[in-house]
RNA sequence: GCCAGAGUGGCGGAACUGGCAGACGCACGGGUUUCAAAAACCCGCGGGCCGCAAGGCCCAUGGGGGUUCAAGUCCCCCCUCUGGCACCA
């Protein structure tokens, strides 16, 4: 035989990609109503890195994508499938990402649909913008001001209060304040959970939604409390899943940072909670500890006076700052009731648990039991008295049942992220003022626009300085950046909204009544809103320029200026000083050294400066600008001293979980503690902490400041939305998923989404690997293979041996292109396809790809062959086929590409097969594979098409159906089983009726033999499977 | 610690609602071809036992119990690993 032909890959991409029908991509068409489209699949944006990268999880989410869209295709669909790049995501930054997606979607023969999206274009980012005001507007987005720890010299940043000294290089700690935008959901929890179950979603995805948002059914209950001496009653909601334990509630803890703590804090006890304090954050104190406040509350069961305490043990999900502490039914509260000699009482009675001889309880117990000690409840169990409690307490007024999540807020923009900047502006006058709609975007600067740089946008003082919107006063523009997720949660519609590149009405930048000053006329970018090169004009502004404090600080263990984040503000502005009259810090230099950190910790996005006072100040205060920096007009104004330390000599507690303040305060942040009412979401953040059980009319109000503009409203969207198949990254944790699925209720709600649910069906398509597996694990082999193939194991020929160290030189370095220049992008595709289970990981090399080479060449071959002598086709031909079709198909709407990519080779086995005779496979048969494998290697299959002189489009030619008569052929075999074991086969009629197959069964010889003269007791017959013979148990004599 | 998921040949991995375990690929062994090698092609390939052979038997889906005519699949206990949560989103 001649040297067997190989599929000649490179002439023939090259033939396709030069044609001129070749073009993969396609546009929405301009008339929705005529069109095909009718199938979304959706690939998870991405971070498309350039450079080599030992990475191709994007790709094999493209390549997934585009093959089922491919299926589609030839389902008379024209499937959309839009391809974003997420460039704000932490990714190299180097060059043009959306280039590259380009060439790599073109190496790889992967369709789009319409451009290719990049979120950091200004006129994607312009509407991740607009969202986020919708969101602001609407009461969900707040402000909020967080301490943070950060080590002094390498600038890692901790929890506040969690640490005494850097626990990666041991440098001191101190405080720092940051600011971050949070997204309250806990309006849209219980829905959150409830859809899961609608929608298709992998049972991992399902659960790991609802452990996210960790829904927590419990009861609130409100103490009055007051200060030790004083008659007049605050209010304080705790939240506890056990309210039936309430008769032994014998103190309350609360964070030692929780707002409440104010209100009753007595005077006799400031200097102890303020010493408590200062030795929790120095790590001095244990976990379990706490501090008295003087102040009590008061049991609304039995109405006794209990002590209130701070302790950081208040802090323990799902309690969100306070808990009433039931100690013997607590092992940590047990053990700090005894430390501090307060009270136990047993409430939940069992003769199981240890008492003492006075029938004390000697330990906590933490079982079942009847209630005790607990008045007119006593001897109930525990289930039934936690109803009746409620309702004793619910007449009372002081109780409902109430649902908590552990993720109640999501983080939708921090300082010192790169990504689109939050638009709003901070004025001294009118406060947080939103950026009008038809300014927007707002660009980022320009040395900014390319990449992240240190500092962030608040290293930018052009970019800082605005004029307020509301009263035209100068002010700071907001400094935060917004998180790539936001720009990618609503990246689904973007795709299906062609025009939202250009001009939107209501979005012009250039309007009329545009109040823009002097910050305007400087940024060049902002010109030239749309599709926008920013032309970079070369880092105008090095870091180094700025901020002196930056230099100083380093290594220094002095502090340095006190709150050097305000050196962004121009200095006539000086919006959010602090009353000079604060009491400077005198207290606690430690805790002014903020300052910013020189190199970015590893795992920090990179952190600024700015960052402001809480609370627009009074307009009187002015904090003196000693202008260190006097570089152009804009100098720096000197911090405000005593930012935290004035905030809590106020009494501007931090409401949050000792670490937060919130400007405008999110709910459950109010000094009541939320109660997440389940069915309205949105209640109106604005007014601070005020009660809103007026929900209507905040949600009426809300709605009057949303935008009226429906920039999301093309024709597409509701005809393509929800998402049939959104293919997600493997890196994608659940939050994220939940973070998408939030927001697309979110724009439901407000009109701009027709759906609440973003996508029908969700597949995970994991990560994977270029190059040999990692290394060769060691403690694997030794034990077993230790005699025989191990040894033999070449390690020298070309990458083979798995296990068998490097592979030889010159053959691993790889890349897409490189691999694709040489096996093909077809091998390079079945490659990801084949590599394993779309969730799980999987690893290309040069190996695979040689093996997904060698399958496209027997192709090849088989073709060939046929084309030249195929004339008929057999039955037996036939049934293969229809069963491969069947496969194939299945296989790949179930999401499952592997096992479709097998179906195809065991066919293409099946004519390799000796029986098979080169002429059985006529001209349909070709056809049929042909279509099949279309999808999963384009290139071959259109050169075979091509080769086989059909002229109709091959990408549209109609998807072969499987005839079930085929699938299942007429006559099928049936195992037979004897006392469940295998011991026979037959051929019999596939649909024979079960008493005929029992009888045949029972007719076999080598039936007959196995049960001899034993009773046949029970014969089990699964019509079309198998046949299985029971005999009763042998006559019992050598029993 | 809490919650969830997964453990199948030497490897990646198949197996629809319980119904012939190991599809497909790799690796490995033998053979054909070749001066030789590569490539290609053919045969074999979970383990053990009986048999000259055809063939047959037994054991095998992390371990141990159970339900069932029948268990990788369902139930209980244990072991191991992974992921999520708990200190960050």
Redesign the pocket.
Request: with cysteine.
């Given at each position: 035989m001649d040297?067997?032909p190989t599929y000649p890959f490179a002439e023939v991409e090259a033939r396709w990609r030069r044609s001129p029908s070749a073009r993969p991509d396609r546009d929405l068409p301009a008339d929705a109503s005529k069109a095909a489209v009718k199938h979304y699949i959706y690939p998870w944006p991405a971070p498309f890195s350039v450079g080599g990268r030992a990475d191709l999880s994007i790709e094999r989410r493209w390549v997934l994508a585009d093959t089922l869209a491919r299926l589609q295709g030839h389902r008379a669909q024209a499937p959309v499938v839009p391809i974003v790049v997420d460039g704000f995501a932490p990714a190299p930054p180097g060059g043009r990402p959306a280039d590259r997606a380009r060439e790599c979607l073109e190496t790889l023969e992967i369709r789009r649909t319409g451009e290719v999206v990049d979120t950091t274009a200004p006129a994607f980012y312009r509407f991740t913008q607009w969202i986020f005001l919708e969101l602001h507007l609407k009461g969900l987005a707040a402000r909020i001001l967080k301490r943070v720890d950060a080590c002094t010299r390498c600038g890692r940043k901790y929890?506040f209060g969690?640490l005494a000294s850097c626990r990666a290089c041991q440098g001191e700690i101190s405080e720092r304040r940051e600011s971050e935008w949070w997204i309250d959901i806990s309006g849209y929890g219980e829905r959150l959970v409830q859809d899961l179950e609608g929608g298709q979603w992998p049972?991992?995805e399902m659960?790991?939604q609802k452990?996210?948002l960790?829904r927590v059914r419990g009861s609130e209950v409100s103490f009055q409390v007051s200060r030790l001496f004083e008659d007049e009653y605050a209010e304080l909601v705790v939240f506890t899943t056990h309210v039936e334990r309430i008769f032994g509630v014998t103190f309350i803890l609360v964070d030692p940072y929780h707002p409440i703590v104010e209100a009753v804090l007595d005077p006799a006890y400031e200097d102890d909670v303020a010493r408590y304090r200062e030795r929790l954050r120095k790590g001095a104190e244990p976990r379990i500890s706490a501090a008295r406040t003087g102040g009590f509350a008061l049991n609304p069961a039995n109405l006794r006076r209990i002590p209130i305490l701070v302790s950081p043990l208040a802090?323990?999900?799902p309690s969100d700052g306070a808990v009433m502490a039931v100690p013997a039914h607590d092992p940590e509260l047990w053990e700090l009731a005894k430390r501090l000699k307060l009270p136990i009482r047993e409430v939940i009675h069992n003769d199981k648990a240890k008492f003492d001889s006075q029938s004390r309880l000697e330990e906590p117990w933490l079982g079942d039991g009847v209630l005790t000690n607990s008045g007119s409840f006593t001897s109930l169990p525990v289930r039934v008295g936690r109803d009746r409690v409620i309702g004793l307490l619910n007449r009372k007024g002081c109780c409902q049942r109430a649902t908590r999540f552990?993720?109640s807020r999501?983080?939708a923009a921090a300082q010192g992220v790169w990504g689109p900047p939050v638009p709003v502006v901070h004025c001294k006058r009118c406060g947080i003022v939103p950026v009008p709609e038809h300014e927007l975007p707002v660009e980022l600067p320009p040395e900014l626009a390319a990449g992240p740089v240190e500092g962030g946008l608040a290293a930018s003082k052009r970019f800082v300085r605005a004029s307020c919107p509301a009263c035209g006063e100068a002010a700071a523009r907001d400094a935060d950046g917004i998180l790539p997720w936001l720009g990618t949660a609503w990246a689904y519609l973007r795709a299906l909204l062609p025009g939202l590149d250009g001009p939107v009405e209501g979005f012009q930048g250039q309007a009329p009544g545009e109040v823009r000053p002097e910050a305007t006329s400087s940024d060049a970018t902002r010109e030239a809103p749309a599709p926008a090169t920013p032309a970079v004009p070369a880092r105008e502004a090095p870091p180094e320029e700025r901020a002196p404090e930056a230099a100083q600080a380093p290594d220094s263990s002095v502090p340095s200026s006190p709150a050097p984040h305000l050196d962004v503000l121009p200095e006539d502005i000086d919006i959010f000083a602090v009353p000079s009259a604060a009491p400077a810090a005198a207290g606690d230099p430690a805790q002014e050294s903020a300052q910013e950190s020189a190199e970015e910790p590893a795992e920090e996005p990179a952190e600024g400066p700015g960052g402001e006072e809480e609370r627009p100040a009074e307009p009187d205060a002015a904090a003196g600008g000693s202008g260190e920096e006097g570089e152009g007009p804009v100098a720096p104004p000197e911090a405000a001293p005593g930012g935290e330390a004035a905030a809590v000599a106020r009494g501007a507690i931090e409401p949050d979980l000792a670490s937060t303040t919130v400007e405008e305060a999110l709910p459950q942040q109010s000094p009541r503690g939320t109660p997440a009412k389940e069915p309205g979401p949105a209640k109106g953040l604005e007014g601070g902490g005020e009660e809103a059980d007026d929900e209507d009319d905040g949600e009426e109000e809300a709605a009057d400041r949303l935008s009226s503009l429906r920039p999301f409203s093309g024709p597409f969207v509701p005809a393509l939305l929800p998402v049939d198949t959104a293919i997600g990254a493997g890196s994608l944790?659940?939050?994220d998923i939940l973070a998408v699925r939030f927001l697309a209720r979110f724009l439901q709600e407000t009109g701009h989404s027709p759906v609440a649910e973003p996508f029908r069906r969700y597949l995970r398509a994991g990560a994977v690997q270029v190059g040999p597996p990692p290394a060769v694990p060691p403690p694997k082999s030794p034990a077993?293979?230790a005699a025989g193939?191990a040894e033999?194991?070449?390690p020298g020929?070309?990458g083979?041996?798995?296990p068998g160290g490097a592979p030889a030189a010159g053959e691993e370095p790889r890349s897409l292109s490189e691999l694709a220049g040489r096996f093909g992008a077809d091998a390079v595709r079945l490659c990801l396809l084949f590599?394993?289970?779309p969730p799980?990981p999987?690893a290309v090399d040069v190996?695979r790809a040689r093996?997904m080479q060698?399958?496209l060449?027997?192709i090849w071959r088989q073709m060939l062959l046929r084309r030249e002598r195929g004339r008929y086709v057999s039955r037996r031909m036939l049934v293969e086929k229809h069963q491969m079709i069947h496969r194939v198909t299945e296989r790949l709407q179930a999401g499952?590409p592997?096992?479709a990519?097998?179906a195809l080779?065991?066919f293409?086995?099946f004519l390799?097969?000796?029986e098979t005779a080169p002429e059985d496979m006529d001209r349909f048969a070709m056809r049929t594979f042909i279509i099949l494998l279309s999808p999963f290697a384009p290139f071959l299959a259109r050169e075979l098409w091509a080769a086989m002189g059909e002229t109709d489009d091959l990408a549209t030619a109609p998807w072969p159906v499987a005839s079930d008569e085929l699938v299942h052929p007429p006559e099928?075999?049936f195992?037979i089983?004897v006392?469940?074991?295998?011991?026979d086969?037959m051929q019999q009629p596939a649909s024979l009726e079960p008493e005929k197959l029992e009888s045949r069964a029972l007719q076999r010889d080598r039936i007959r033999e196995l049960v001899g003269s034993r009773r046949v007791e029970?014969v089990?017959v699964?019509p079309q499977?198998?046949v299985?013979i029971?005999l009763a148990t042998e006559p019992p004599r050598q029993g």
């Open positions: 040297p067997q929890r969690s049972r991992e659960l790991g452990d996210v960790g802090s323990v999900p552990r993720r999501l983080l944790r659940p939050g077993k293979g193939p033999k194991a070449r020929d070309g083979r041996g798995p590599g394993g289970p799980r999987i190996h093996c060698r399958f060449d027997r499952k592997h096992t990519v097998a080779m065991r293409v086995r390799e097969d000796r099928r075999e195992p089983f006392d469940g074991r295998l011991r086969r029970r089990v699964v499977r198998l299985s029971v």
